[in-house]
């Protein structure tokens, strides 16, 4: 049986900013899919490229961005997009959930205003039908009291109900694919459970596919199907989430799930990854992250690997059987990943 083509699929994605009258190096040949109805976590550093990938879908880009390679969504190329055809693509296609609602929102308008203009002025519906569709999702996605929200101004709500009503936002063109740009960075740990929450029972419902951009491996493997970890521009493993723990084969991958505190670790263990994380534009002809890397030989720093199989998922790594020895060793020096 052949493999479903997914529904938006990244092919060697490159991305440069001009910096200072230079152009800078932003993604390396980010290679990624994400099947209809499933999830997918794009999981990193501050800095690695999560949410710039993101963003390249959409073509929400800054001046004088430039992309090679291929994004397709549906099997259909997007990199001669016209505005119209770009236009559908956002109120129709793919909705996208920004960490900080409050910068996306105008703060002088009510939330009816905020949730009904896309759907009167880009699907032409009647100011009634529009304001009873978005009452419902705002009860959808668990606002209270939503005629009286949508009266409100952004600044009347609190971060988690103003979250809510930036995914009810999202579902309210009715996508078929949901880019959430770390949606739960800035709330506490209770409301972040409960925006995800939300998220989940959408997607699931709905049958929408997610790509949830995120530095928290935890929670990325608790909502997703697979998970993906960038490092410095690339992606640098994909597995199924389930498995990440006991299959990572990327020294990166399993230096993030060693550094993390769990219930059982012993005091005065944690583990920091050696050295800086570096961004793309550092990175040089071989492995950004040899410079790191406990299992770095000479191929790894004048040789940038590429994706291959790897036990259960994929590694761009010269040595994906060496990670498997064991997590690297303590960090005892002042350094911090």
């Known amino acids: ?100 609602p409050r910068a996306h929102i ?69 996508p078929r694919l949901l880019l959430a740009d770390e949606p739960t960075t800035a709330l506490d740990v209770t409301t972040q459970a409960e925006v995800m929450a939300v998220i989940d029972e959408a997607r699931t419902s709905r049958g929408l596919a997610l790509l949830f951009i995120t530095h928290d491996l935890a929670l990325a493997a608790a909502v997703c199907d697979r998970i993906a970890v960038m490092y410095a521009g690339a992606v640098v493993e994909e597995l199924p989430a389930e498995r990440l723990h006991m299959a990572a084969r990327h020294p990166y991958t399993r230096a993030l799930l060693a550094s993390r505190p769990g219930p059982d670790a012993e005091r005065g263990t944690l583990r920091a990854v050696a050295g800086r994380p570096l961004s793309a534009f550092e990175a040089g002809p071989g492995c950004a992250f040899a410079p790191r890397c406990p299992c770095a030989e000479d191929v790894c720093r004048t040789e940038r690997p590429v994706p291959r199989p790897a036990g259960e998922g994929r590694a761009a790594c010269h040595f994906p059987a060496a990670a498997r020895s064991g997590p690297p060793a303590p960090d005892r020096s002042s350094a911090h990943g």
Not at 18 to 29: A, E, I, K, S, Y
Not at 36 to 54: D, F, I, Q, R, Y
Not at 62 to 90: N, S, Y
């Open 1 to 100: 049986m052949t493999e479903a083509t997914p529904l938006l699929e990244l092919r060697d994605l490159r991305l440069t900013l001009p910096v200072d009258g230079r152009r800078r190096t932003v993604l390396h040949q980010v290679g990624l899919g994400v099947p209809a109805g499933s999830a997918v976590g794009l999981v990193g550093e501050s800095g690695s490229g999560k949410s710039m990938t993101a963003r390249a879908v959409l073509d929400l880009l800054p001046a004088g961005a430039r992309t090679e390679g291929e994004i397709r969504f549906d099997g259909v190329p997007l990199g001669d997009r016209d505005p119209a055809a770009l236009r559908r693509l956002r109120t129709h296609d793919v909705a996208m959930v920004f960490q900080d």
């Open 106 to 174: 105008n703060p002088v308008r009510t939330i009816g205003d905020f949730l009904t203009e896309g759907l009167v002025h880009t699907r032409g519906m009647r100011p009634r039908a529009a304001e009873a569709k978005v009452t419902a999702l705002l009860g959808d996605v668990g606002v209270p009291d939503a005629p009286r929200r949508l009266r409100q101004r952004p600044a009347e709500l609190s971060g988690g109900l103003l979250q809510r009503v930036m995914i009810a936002a999202a579902l309210a063109g009715e």
